[in-house]
């Protein structure tokens, strides 16, 4: 009697518990019902009313850009269509957002009648530079202009968008820039000052290169190669101002010299540029070996292909390189030469030869005076050897022009 007094009593507080959860969560989903559909009543209030022109475009602040309006007017006239649509306003919003010269944008609606609606977006614009300019300050060496830092300014026009950070890019391009000119110590900062609007600014760098720095050393070190035949046409001597444009006029000397003596595809190193920030000085090292002896030929029967010519041509001769490309080219590059003096069916056939002979295993292909050796070079060890490149060319017959008519 007494166990089912007590299951009685549990079941009364369970079935209590149970009602009480119930009527929560129907008054729960009741007022959540009635917030929706309130919702829903308000996002409806306007849908499909016709929309009153103008469309008007209001900016915040004192901006008032008349012409900046009316083209953000017609991107927005152009997706809205004639009536109301909730949908058609967020892809509104986008389509000024995607204009990326915005930071915000509201939407207010209006009453017109029972049947119409008046819209008006609120905008906030970004800043726009409205002009650009560049002071240069102090300058030791080499002389730098206004026009050549203007120049470097690729992130920054007039009407583009300006943020801080695309302020900091360009002044962190004119830093590099001046530094490849040698100017190591250089400093740069930029102001905005307003302008004819309140969303435009007239932006300024202020550009001090100071001193440019010297040349202390330039070592250079080729194996089996003299330097000292050319060093003294380097324009990179000691206590001369060091630039990028001079190292890489003075690395062009060294191939040209090493190309002279047959070695056109020298191994090497990228040079090594030491800044020495005490004493304002760049020191250079620029090292490699000078590779195998390469000896270029053209035979072509009683045609004569001169030097000067196989530079043009052939990019073993011009850039250096035994790339397999490269020695197709040079292929192709001639078989245009000797169409061009009438040899219309001309084959030209690149041979490859190396002394010493390569074993198995320096190169995938090892046998002499073959079309596939060529494709072998670039990934072998040509040190102390020397290669042969013949470019064979099969000239056929020659076609001559004996008659024009015009008629």
Same mark, same amino acid.
């Given at each position: 009697?007494?166990?089912?007094?007590?299951?009685?009593?549990?079941?009364?507080?369970?079935?209590?518990?149970?009602?009480?959860?119930?009527?929560?969560?129907?008054?729960?989903?009741?007022?959540?019902?009635?917030?929706? +559909?309130?919702?829903?009543?308000?996002?409806?209030?306007?849908?499909?009313? *016709?929309? %009153?022109?103008?469309?008007?475009?209001?900016?915040?602040?004192?901006?008032?850009?008349?012409?900046?309006?009316?083209?953000?007017?017609?991107?927005?006239?152009?997706?809205?269509?004639?009536?109301?649509?909730? %949908?058609?306003?967020?892809?509104? $919003?986008?389509?000024?957002?995607?204009?990326?010269?915005?930071?915000?944008?509201?939407?207010?609606?209006?009453?017109?009648?029972?049947?119409?609606?008046?819209?008006?977006?609120?905008?906030?614009?970004?800043?726009?530079?409205?002009?650009?300019?560049?002071?240069?300050?102090?300058?030791?060496?080499?002389?730098?202009?206004?026009?050549?830092?203007?120049?470097?300014?690729?992130?920054?026009?007039?009407?583009?968008?300006?943020?801080?950070?695309?302020?900091?890019?360009? +002044?962190?391009?004119?830093?590099?820039?001046?530094?490849?000119?040698?100017?190591?110590?250089?400093?740069?900062?930029?102001?905005?000052?307003?302008?004819?609007?309140?969303?435009?600014?007239?932006?300024?760098?202020?550009?001090?290169?100071?001193?440019?720095?010297?040349?202390?050393?330039?070592? $250079?070190?080729?194996?089996?190669?003299? $330097?000292?035949?050319?060093?003294?046409?380097?324009?990179?001597?000691?206590?001369?101002?060091?630039?990028?444009?001079?190292?890489?006029?003075?690395?062009?000397?060294?191939?040209?010299?090493?190309?002279?003596?047959?070695?056109?595809?020298?191994?090497? $190193?990228?040079?090594?540029?030491?800044?020495?920030?005490?004493?304002?000085?760049?020191? !250079?090292?620029?090292?490699?070996? %000078?590779?195998?002896?390469?000896?270029?030929?053209?035979?072509?029967?009683?045609?004569?292909?001169?030097?000067?010519?196989?530079?043009?041509?052939?990019?073993?001769?011009?850039?250096?390189?035994?790339?397999?490309?490269?020695?197709?080219?040079?292929? *192709?590059?001639?078989?245009?030469?000797?169409?061009?003096?009438?040899?219309?069916?001309?084959?030209?056939?690149?041979?490859?030869?190396?002394?010493?002979?390569?074993?198995?295993?320096?190169?995938?292909?090892?046998?002499?005076?073959?079309?596939?050796?060529?494709?072998?070079?670039?990934?072998?060890?040509?040190?102390?050897?020397?290669?042969?490149?013949?470019?064979?060319?099969?000239?056929?017959?020659?076609?001559?022009?004996?008659? !024009?008519?015009?008629?």
């Amino acid at each position: 009697m007494v166990r089912s007094r007590w299951e009685f009593r549990n079941f009364v507080k369970r079935f209590s518990r149970f009602l009480f959860i119930f009527f929560h969560f129907s008054v729960s989903l009741w007022l959540c019902g009635l917030l929706f +559909a309130a919702n829903v009543s308000a996002q409806n209030k306007y849908e499909d009313r *016709r929309i %009153v022109e103008p469309i008007d475009i209001t900016f915040e602040g004192n901006d008032r850009d008349l012409s900046a309006a009316e083209q953000l007017r017609l991107i927005a006239r152009q997706t809205l269509g004639e009536t109301y649509s909730s %949908v058609k306003i967020r892809e509104a $919003i986008q389509a000024i957002y995607d204009t990326k010269t915005v930071v915000s944008v509201m939407v207010e609606a209006d009453e017109v009648g029972t049947n119409s609606v008046r819209l008006r977006f609120i905008i906030k614009r970004k800043t726009q530079a409205e002009t650009v300019s560049v002071v240069v300050g102090e300058t030791v060496g080499d002389k730098i202009t206004e026009d050549e830092l203007l120049f470097r300014l690729n992130l920054v026009t007039p009407g583009n968008t300006v943020t801080e950070q695309v302020l900091q890019n360009n +002044a962190s391009s004119i830093l590099e820039y001046l530094r490849d000119r040698g100017f190591y110590k250089s400093e740069v900062n930029f102001t905005q000052k307003p302008a004819s609007a309140e969303t435009r600014v007239a932006v300024v760098f202020n550009v001090a290169p100071n001193e440019q720095a010297k040349v202390g050393e330039f070592k $250079i070190e080729i194996e089996g190669f003299d $330097i000292n035949k050319i060093r003294s046409k380097l324009k990179l001597q000691p206590g001369e101002y060091y630039s990028r444009e001079k190292l890489n006029a003075d690395l062009e000397r060294v191939r040209k010299a090493l190309r002279e003596e047959n070695f056109f595809a020298p191994e090497l $190193i990228a040079p090594r540029i030491i800044f020495e920030s005490e004493t304002n000085t760049i020191n !250079i090292e620029l090292t490699g070996k %000078v590779g195998a002896t390469i000896n270029v030929t053209v035979e072509a029967k009683n045609e004569k292909v001169g030097e000067r010519t196989q530079i043009k041509l052939l990019p073993i001769k011009r850039e250096g390189t035994l790339d397999y490309s490269a020695i197709v080219e040079g292929e *192709r590059r001639l078989e245009n030469y000797f169409q061009e003096q009438g040899y219309f069916f001309a084959d030209v056939t690149p041979i490859c030869s190396v002394a010493p002979t390569l074993t198995e295993t320096e190169a995938s292909y090892t046998v002499n005076e073959t079309n596939l050796l060529c494709s072998a070079l670039s990934g072998a060890d040509l040190t102390k050897r020397t290669v042969e490149i013949k470019y064979k060319a099969d000239l056929n017959r020659q076609l001559k022009l004996v008659d !024009i008519r015009l008629e």
